[in-house]
Nanobody
Framework: QVRLVESGGGLVQAGGSLRLSCAASGSVVFSINGMGWYRRAPGNQRDLVAGITAGGSTNYADSVKGRFTISRDNAKNTVYLQMNSLKPEDTAVYYC?????????????WGQGTQVTVSS
């Protein structure tokens, strides 16, 4: 079983920045898995924001390209999301999970997420 713990969210004004972290533990070989950041805004489904493969290739949702950067530290089993130029529409609960665009498979459990609120 995989345990995912997200942190780093908060309240920030539009134009500000936040850095999210997600630590993975349990029965997972972190380094061989793609990892992704997902978000769910109130009333919406959970969508992929950014993904990074085991080899370090990245992919971003169009809405965050040029503003967000995903990275990973395999030694710490941690994936990060640097968010700059934040907008009110970025307000959501952010989660991490597996990123596997070929199969769509995810880890069986989600963490508690971290709330990001961007004020206008």
């Amino acid at each position: 079983q995989v345990r995912l713990v997200e942190s780093g969210g908060g309240l920030v004004q539009a134009g500000g920045s936040l850095r999210l972290s997600c630590a993975a533990s349990g029965s997972v070989v972190f380094s061989i898995n793609g990892m992704g950041w997902y978000r769910r805004a109130p009333g919406n489904q959970r969508d992929l924001v950014a993904g990074i493969t085991a080899g370090g290739s990245t992919n971003y949702a169009d809405s965050v390209k040029g503003r967000f950067t995903i990275s990973r530290d395999n030694a710490k089993n941690t994936v990060y999301l640097q968010m700059n130029s934040l907008k009110p529409e970025d307000t959501a609960v952010y989660y991490c999970n597996k990123y596997a665009p070929e199969t769509g498979r995810l880890f069986g459990s989600w963490g508690q997420g971290t709330q990001v609120t961007v004020s206008s």
